[in-house]
């Protein structure tokens, strides 16, 4: 019999683990729907900002061999296109779609937060504390008394279920410090882990020059440069919130990646740079490649091998 790939979580039924992650396919209705249309399990939007944004100067997006790095600065439609979106969305087609938000400063958050409470949806949010690309603006997620009082303001401005996502964090102080933090929160289900590793730097030796506009060069990296970095993450975060989901999101490009998020401990797994490279077919050939990962290791289920990663 073919491996299940379904999970259930937040009270709904994903039929797979995989989805888009914010930033990725998901800032027009068409990507939107695109997402929808595809074999992936869930729907998250773009990250909005209350009103709509143009982002940073083009280029601000390169692929490189191992990955991509990006400085977007944020370009989105405003809440109110997504809201939209979210009243219309058909929920009843078993995908959850998630919401992601990134106001400028905690009033904006509490704004669209408070209007999507009142809107009364299914669709849950996921409020970003991590984007490393507006300049000037730094990660809410790297201030960890900052992003404590944050989510106590959040916690009371929605009064349902709601997640965050996370930069990456590497040292074992900053993960157990994070992590009693948000164990705080009750409503606070979900954690996605992770953002791009911020402000990196791609250099392109021919022409002796940074290959985007944005922040002379700076920018986000996500692929293969930053899976063993989510993969900590995840695992770290895992174990240290035994109450919390854990979303794995950071070089996902194969069956294997995705593998290796769940047995760090991830309920779903976010695809980035490999859906901008790839599209929407990505997600039915990375579940496809998953279950004959799981069918060779004889494994029947998801909740067989998430967590269970050994150690020596
Ligand atoms: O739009 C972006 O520049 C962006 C955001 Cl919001 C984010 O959270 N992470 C990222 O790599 N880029």
Redesign the pocket.
């Known amino acids: 019999m073919s491996p299940d790939l379904s999970v259930t979580w937040l009270g709904q039924t994903m039929q797979s683990p995989l989805y888009n992650a914010?930033?990725v396919m998901c800032r027009s209705e068409d990507e939107l729907d695109a997402v929808r249309g595809s074999a992936a399990g869930a729907v998250i939007t773009k990250?909005c900002t209350r009103l709509p944004r143009e982002?940073?100067p083009e280029p601000?997006y390169a692929s490189t061999s191992l990955g991509s790095i990006?400085?977007?600065?944020?370009?989105n439609a405003g809440f109110r296109y997504y809201l939209d979106y979210a009243r219309r969305y058909d929920y009843a087609g078993g995908k959850p779609l998630f919401v992601s938000v990134?106001g400028l400063c905690l009033d904006d958050n509490l704004t669209m937060l408070r209007v999507l409470a009142e809107a009364v949806l299914p669709c849950f949010p996921e409020v970003?504390l991590?984007?490393?690309?507006?300049p000037g603006k730094p990660q809410l997620g790297y201030d960890i008394a900052g992003m404590a009082e944050a989510l106590e303001a959040i916690s009371e401005a929605y009064p349902r279920p709601f997640g965050v996502?996370l930069p990456p964090y590497f040292d074992p102080v900053h993960f157990a410090e994070v992590a009693a933090v948000l164990n705080r929160f009750e409503r606070l289900a979900f954690v996605t882990c992770i953002?791009?590793i911020?402000n990196g730097l791609v250099i392109d030796v021919d022409a002796e020059a940074v290959v985007i506009k944005p922040k002379a060069g700076l920018?986000?990296l996500?692929g293969d440069y930053v899976l063993p970095t989510a993969l900590a993450n995840v695992r770290e975060f895992a174990r240290l919130m035994p109450a919390k989901q854990v979303v794995g999101c950071g070089g996902v490009k194969s069956g294997r990646e995705a593998f290796m998020h769940i047995l760090a401990g991830a309920r779903a797994v976010q695809v980035g740079t490999c859906l901008y490279e790839e599209g929407v077919g990505a997600f039915a050939r990375i579940e496809a490649e998953l279950r004959a990962l799981m069918q060779e290791k004889g494994y029947a289920s998801l909740d067989e091998f998430r967590g269970k990663l050994k150690t020596l």
């Open positions: 914010s930033g990250s982002g940073n601000r990006n400085s977007m600065g944020l370009p990134a970003n991590s984007c490393p690309n507006v996502k953002n791009s911020g920018g986000g996500g």
